[in-house]
Every structure is written in C-alpha cells, then in structure tokens.
C-alpha cells in the first residue's frame, strides 16, 4: 500500500510540473500530463487552484494534448476536449504535419499568424494573427505553404 501512496504522490507532481514545459516540447512528452476527467472537482484537485481550472491548463485527453482556453470555475463548463473546441485547443506536434482547417468558433477559437492547416489537400499558413477566413477563398489571409 505505501508503494500505491507513494506512486500516487510523484505522478501529481510530475503532472504539476509537466505545466511548465515548453509548449514545442509538450507534445512530445504527452504522457506526463494529467488526463482529463469529467468530475469537475477531481480535476481541480488534481490540477486547479482556488477552485478553478486556469487558462493555460494542459490535459490530455483521447491521446491528444489541449490547452483550455478560458478559467474553468464550474463543473458546466468542464466540457470534453475532444468535443468543443470552444474551450479546449488542440495542441499540434509539429513533426506530424499541419492539422486539418475547422471553421473557427468566434470569439474562441481562431488561427494565429503561422499557423499550419491542411485544406483541400494543400497545406496552408495564415498570415494574420485571429483569423476566421476559409483558406484559399477570395481575400482570405493565408498563403500556400510552398509558395
């Protein structure tokens, strides 16, 4: 039982400490991050502080890493990562390629300036930080990425 305790006890501060590692490091080391649960307060005991779960927050969840994009403070808005892109951020291994373009949900999600997305079977790079556009459509601020 004090080896279970003890277990116990190293895998929360690993999991505390993993918050501080480099984003582009991150996603290499997923497994050091706590996974993410729907029981509100088992989460906050586990990651939270004063009752919240803070911006910032990386959980992995379905073999992925995100980041939440807002303080949590109630167990309403502990929704699943893999199910609103609203609240959570998808953070993309670089190695892997550009991930696959979603329409953004504005205010909450947007592409920043750099960032990679596959659309129509070519790789785009936004060229503007909070951007909505569709790639490839008439004005839209993205470019090709071999262009």
Do not use: C
């Not at 929360?12 to 984003?23: C, D, F, G, T």
């Not at 080391?29 to 993410?36: A, D, E, G, N, R």
């Not at 893999?82 to 959570?88: A, H, Q, T």
């Amino acid at each position: 039982m004090i080896h279970t305790e003890r277990a116990r006890y190293y895998r929360a501060k690993i999991e505390l400490a993993a918050q501080r590692v480099p984003e582009d490091m991150a996603v290499t080391v997923i497994s050091l991050f706590p996974l993410w649960a729907a029981d509100f307060d088992a989460l906050v005991a586990a990651v939270g502080e004063d009752g919240v779960i803070r911006r910032g927050t990386r959980l992995r969840r379905g073999g992925y890493l995100f980041t939440n994009m807002h303080d949590i403070s109630h167990a309403d808005h502990n929704t699943d990562p893999l199910e609103d892109p609203s609240m959570w951020s998808r953070m993309v291994d670089p190695d892997e390629g550009a991930p696959e373009w979603f329409m953004p949900q504005w205010p909450f999600t947007q592409w920043m300036y750099g960032s990679r997305a596959m659309h129509d079977g070519v790789v785009w790079v936004s060229t503007a930080d909070n951007n909505v556009w569709e790639p490839g459509s008439s004005g839209a601020p993205w470019r090709q990425e071999n262009e």
